[in-house]
């Protein structure tokens, strides 16, 4: 028992992902392949789309983009993971048998393997000038065009050309992850380089169907998705190994996209407040957004919501859904108890589908509260016609907010805003409840596990005093925190003079 008890914690010889008793690998299995083909699927964004999707799979296209075929199925660095195989969008429509101009894509490779061989990776690549050639090559083969617009991510940069030398780097031969990104995005990769503008520019102009995809894994700048010219729009994210696949289901309806945004999409990088002082240091980043994180900002603060581009939790359908008879078990909620939540959601539609209802709270409070707040989602598989009733659980709980006079998390008496929604500024149900004041939870300030003096020449601390980090989780008290030394501390990215 012993022995194998010993074995278990033997990392390195059950890698990757051997069971202890199995002799068939874990990782990569043909299992974990349709898993996350299925997440894949799941997770795409519908942007846009005037009815030009899904396109029929007899129907010949002309892939645009270095994007086609420079798919990012991850995040780089410590993010990334060897596959098997990697399919790019390219890939996946050729193997569904669609028709693909091929001259393009050879363009695409011959430039890519050009510019991985000079030290760039997936996403971190410049896009290549089109010849008049290709072109007229593309438009005399079909009449409808699919941009793909890529982007890297992953650690060891910050989406600039931003270094950061205080730490140790264990790569120092190679051309860094900012260097590159100052090379291609001159002005952050947050927005389309000259060459990919010029690039949507020449195929809007000479295709009459034109369908934009973005490979991305962050933010980037999307106005351009609701300009004249771009019938319909595919947010990819990056999908693993078979996003290729699954967004070439998605564009030819084999798969009816179900996916919503995680972030709010702005106009502009600016737009996002966590932006101003980004770079104010390499120790600390200061959340000068404080509560308003995310979409709770833009739906917040006067003049945001004007901001959005695309909103949080949004995504369309190749069906409609239908939201009715919102009711609540109860009307009051107290300490300790919950609320139950119902609407009926009808596919409306005449293909099956899946919706992901939303529930987001507003607590009408005397100090600040966020306009919308999700509270729970839920997603539901309807067949064309088909009515299915979705239940929230709300707790009491779920509605406090951290007090930090008490150092307590308090909920409020007062009237709370309950909206079932399809996306964070898609209400389509509300009603109102009650709640009972009372303290959920006790805590404490956060104190140190381990202090280090530092030194921040750029830091307006007290004279003669000296600048702390402070690392470690909340483990002490309040008392035991007025016991250090007086100077400036970094707690939690924030500084605190003592």
């Not at 609701?226 to 699954?246: F, P, R, S, T, W």
């Amino acid at each position: 028992m012993r022995r194998h008890t010993m074995q278990k914690w033997s990392r390195l010889l059950y890698q990757p992902a051997l069971p202890l008793y199995g002799d068939r690998r874990v990782t990569g299995c043909d299992e974990h392949i349709r898993i996350s083909r299925k997440a894949a699927s799941e997770g795409m964004v519908l942007l846009e789309n005037d009815g030009t999707l899904p396109l029929a799979k007899d129907k010949p296209v002309a892939l645009f983009g270095k994007g086609s075929v420079d798919y990012v199925k991850g995040g780089g660095g410590s993010g990334d993971v060897y596959c098997k195989y990697v399919h790019s969008l390219y890939d996946g429509l050729t193997a569904k048998g669609v028709s693909v101009f091929e001259p393009l894509i050879s363009f695409y490779k011959d430039d890519l393997k050009h510019q991985y061989e000079n030290g760039r990776v997936p996403g971190m690549t410049a896009e290549p000038v089109l010849t008049d050639e290709l072109l007229k090559g593309a438009i005399a083969y079909t009449d409808t065009a699919i941009i793909v617009i890529s982007r890297f991510s992953g650690e060891g940069w910050d989406r600039s050309d931003v270094e950061c030398n205080n730490e140790y780097n264990p790569w120092e031969s190679e051309t860094s992850m900012p260097k590159i990104a100052g090379e291609i995005f001159p002005d952050g990769d947050f927005y389309l380089t000259k060459e990919e503008k010029a690039l949507v520019a020449t195929v809007k102009k000479n295709f009459k169907r034109v369908i934009a995809v973005v490979n991305i894994g962050g933010v980037i700048d999307l106005t351009w998705l609701k300009e004249d010219g771009i019938n319909a729009a595919l947010y990819m994210g990056q999908g693993g190994m078979e996003g290729g696949d699954a967004a070439a289901d998605i564009l030819l309806g084999t798969v009816n996209p179900s996916g919503r945004l995680v972030d709010t999409f702005a106009g502009k990088l600016d737009d996002y407040p966590s932006t101003k002082g980004f770079h104010e240091s390499f120790d600390y980043v200061n959340y000068n957004e404080d509560i308003y994180v995310g979409y709770r900002y833009f739906l917040t603060i006067p003049g945001a919501a004007q901001k959005i581009v695309y909103p949080f939790g949004y995504g369309l359908s190749y069906t409609t859904f239908q939201y009715n008879n919102l009711r609540l078990s109860s009307k009051t909620l107290k300490k300790g108890e919950s609320v139950t939540i119902q609407a009926d959601i009808t596919n409306s539609g005449s293909r099956d589908g899946a919706e992901v209802i939303q529930l987001y709270a507003h607590c009408n409070s005397n100090i600040e509260r966020p306009k919308k707040q999700l509270v729970g989602f839920e997603r539901v598989e309807l067949a064309a016609g088909e009515t299915k009733t979705v239940t929230f659980t709300l707790a009491h709980d779920q509605l406090s907010y951290f007090n930090e006079t008490n150092q307590t998390f308090d909920v409020e008496s007062g009237e709370v805003d309950i909206y079932v929604a399809a996306s964070s500024a898609d209400v389509r149900l509300q009603d109102k409840l009650n709640t009972e004041a009372a303290t959920v939870k006790h805590t404490y300030k956060s104190a140190p596990t381990g202090i280090f003096s530092t030194n921040d020449s750029n830091s307006s601390r007290p004279a003669n005093s000296l600048v702390y980090s402070i690392q470690g989780n909340c483990v002490g008290t309040t008392a035991q925190f007025y016991t250090l030394p007086h100077g400036m501390y970094v707690v939690n990215g924030k500084k605190i003079i003592k």
